[in-house]
């Protein structure tokens, strides 16, 4: 275990490698085991694989150290949507982005449709319109930047004025991580992320996860985690602590690539508009050919595979407006490009080469 008192000064880098270890000692190994069991022995603090398990525990250590809070791993991210819009009693009002990742939108949708909540979805650059929408709200959802839009919300002053209007602010920092953005020092109750996407960032697991500083928020959803039953697999939990070790890595060869590539889409004739925030690895194009020219370029290329999901170590791209549920806002030839960390000059290349086709 690092000298406590040292690890607070700790630069993320190092937090990402050293957090959620066991302590240093002869013969412990250098990295949490992947614990199996459904059951412990009886009368300690765990009892039963549903409230607990130490790989869990190690993941959530690591996280919880990186966002500055107390963490819970969930099944996935929409999992963790779940439990948090749970927080909210019945017929309470939920504000959240109408660009929100399109999972997000759908909960909130299927719960107003039922009847168990109102939803106020607001454009999230507009922060007096998301103020006036706070009003008498329970719960503000943000997202920041917007999945696949690619909006920022100003989540200092939207904090303060949800909190006026005595509010939850929760922020789903899936896009940002840790390491660009920390919520809870910007005001917000609850992060909450896809663990799935850069934090385990290899594309084969599904966690999701939250983040709280507050206590009694903390025990109120560990108390719907015990009892709805969306827990991480063990497995899932151990790869996505693995991926986690290289966040910062990943993250800044992503983004210098991103940044890299967003450039010289942005002097390409078959591109109408860029999207790019300024940091991360996550850049959305619009095709000046349409959506048949956007169809055509996620079949063109070689290195970039056709895929949704984003946030892996290997560059992915898609036309949002593929999937049925993504809205008409969206613009219908819009592809999101998930960068990698592969070298820039080889994804440039390829990207080159199948914007080619679809200009001629
Ligand atoms: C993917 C994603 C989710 C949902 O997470 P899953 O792990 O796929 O359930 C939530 N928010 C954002 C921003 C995402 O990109």
Same mark, same amino acid.
């Given at each position: 275990?690092? %000298?406590?008192?040292?690890?607070?000064?700790?630069?993320?880098?190092?937090?990402?490698?050293?957090?959620?270890?066991?302590?240093?000692?002869?013969?412990?190994?250098?990295?949490?085991?992947?614990?199996?069991?459904?059951?412990?022995?009886?009368?300690?603090?765990?009892?039963?694989?549903?409230?607990?398990?130490?790989?869990?525990?190690?993941?959530?250590?690591?996280?919880?150290?990186?966002?500055?809070?107390?963490?819970?791993?969930?099944?996935?991210?929409?999992?963790?949507?779940?439990?948090?819009?749970?927080?909210?009693?019945?017929?309470?009002?939920?504000?959240?982005?109408?660009?929100?990742?399109?999972?997000?939108?759908?909960? @909130?949708?299927?719960?107003?449709?039922?009847?168990?909540?109102?939803?106020?979805?607001?454009? @999230?650059?507009?922060?007096?319109?998301?103020?006036?929408?706070?009003?008498?709200?329970?719960?503000?959802?943000?997202?920041?930047?917007?999945?696949?839009?690619?909006?920022?919300?100003?989540?200092?002053?939207?904090?303060?004025?949800?909190?006026?209007?005595?509010?939850?602010?929760?922020?789903?920092?899936?896009?940002?991580?840790?390491?660009?953005?920390?919520?809870?020092?910007?005001?917000?109750?609850?992060?909450?992320?896809?663990?799935?996407?850069?934090?385990?960032?290899? &594309?084969?697991?599904?966690?999701?996860?939250?983040?709280?500083?507050?206590?009694?928020?903390?025990? @109120?959803?560990?108390?719907?985690?015990?009892?709805?039953?969306?827990?991480?697999?063990?497995?899932?939990?151990?790869?996505?602590?693995?991926?986690?070790?290289?966040?910062?890595?990943?993250?800044? $060869?992503?983004?210098?690539?991103?940044?890299?590539?967003?450039?010289?889409?942005?002097?390409?004739?078959?591109?109408?508009?860029?999207?790019?925030?300024?940091?991360?690895?996550?850049?959305?194009?619009?095709?000046?050919? &349409?959506?048949?020219?956007? %169809?055509?370029?996620?079949?063109?290329?070689?290195?970039? @595979?056709?895929?949704?999901?984003? &946030?892996?170590?290997?560059?992915?791209?898609?036309?949002?407006?593929?999937?049925?549920?993504?809205?008409?806002?969206?613009? %219908?030839?819009?592809? $999101?490009?998930?960068?990698?960390?592969?070298?820039?000059?080889?994804?440039?290349?390829?990207?080159?080469?199948?914007?080619?086709?679809?200009?001629?």
């Amino acid at each position: 275990m690092p %000298d406590p008192s040292a690890a607070e000064t700790w630069s993320p880098a190092t937090t990402a490698v050293t957090a959620g270890r066991p302590p240093h000692e002869p013969d412990r190994p250098l990295n949490h085991p992947i614990t199996m069991a459904s059951t412990y022995g009886a009368t300690g603090d765990l009892e039963y694989g549903r409230y607990g398990n130490p790989t869990w525990s190690a993941f959530e250590e690591a996280l919880g150290a990186l966002e500055g809070g107390r963490c819970l791993a969930f099944s996935s991210g929409l999992a963790t949507v779940a439990t948090v819009l749970d927080l909210v009693g019945q017929g309470a009002t939920v504000v959240a982005p109408r660009h929100a990742y399109n999972g997000t939108v759908m909960q @909130v949708a299927d719960l107003e449709a039922r009847g168990r909540l109102t939803a106020r979805l607001v454009d @999230v650059t507009d922060t007096e319109a998301v103020a006036k929408a706070c009003d008498d709200a329970a719960l503000v959802w943000l997202e920041s930047p917007t999945n696949p839009a690619l909006e920022l919300a100003d989540i200092q002053t939207i904090a303060r004025v949800a909190h006026d209007a005595g509010a939850y602010v929760v922020v789903d920092n899936t896009f940002a991580t840790p390491l660009r953005q920390r919520p809870l020092t910007m005001g917000a109750d609850v992060v909450v992320h896809s663990a799935t996407k850069y934090l385990a960032g290899h &594309g084969d697991a599904m966690l999701g996860a939250l983040v709280t500083a507050d206590d009694q928020l903390y025990d @109120v959803l560990k108390g719907r985690r015990d009892l709805v039953g969306a827990i991480p697999g063990t497995l899932e939990a151990w790869l996505a602590l693995r991926g986690l070790r290289t966040l910062h890595l990943r993250v800044e $060869r992503a983004e210098s690539n991103a940044r890299d590539l967003a450039e010289r889409l942005r002097a390409h004739r078959a591109v109408s508009e860029v999207r790019y925030p300024g940091f991360g690895g996550i850049v959305s194009i619009v095709l000046d050919g &349409g959506p048949d020219a956007a %169809d055509r370029l996620v079949r063109s290329t070689s290195l970039w @595979v056709h895929a949704t999901s984003l &946030g892996g170590v290997e560059s992915t791209l898609e036309r949002r407006r593929r999937w049925k549920s993504e809205p008409a806002t969206i613009p %219908d030839a819009l592809v $999101r490009l998930s960068v990698g960390v592969e070298d820039v000059e080889d994804l440039w290349a390829d990207l080159e080469r199948a914007l080619e086709v679809v200009d001629t």
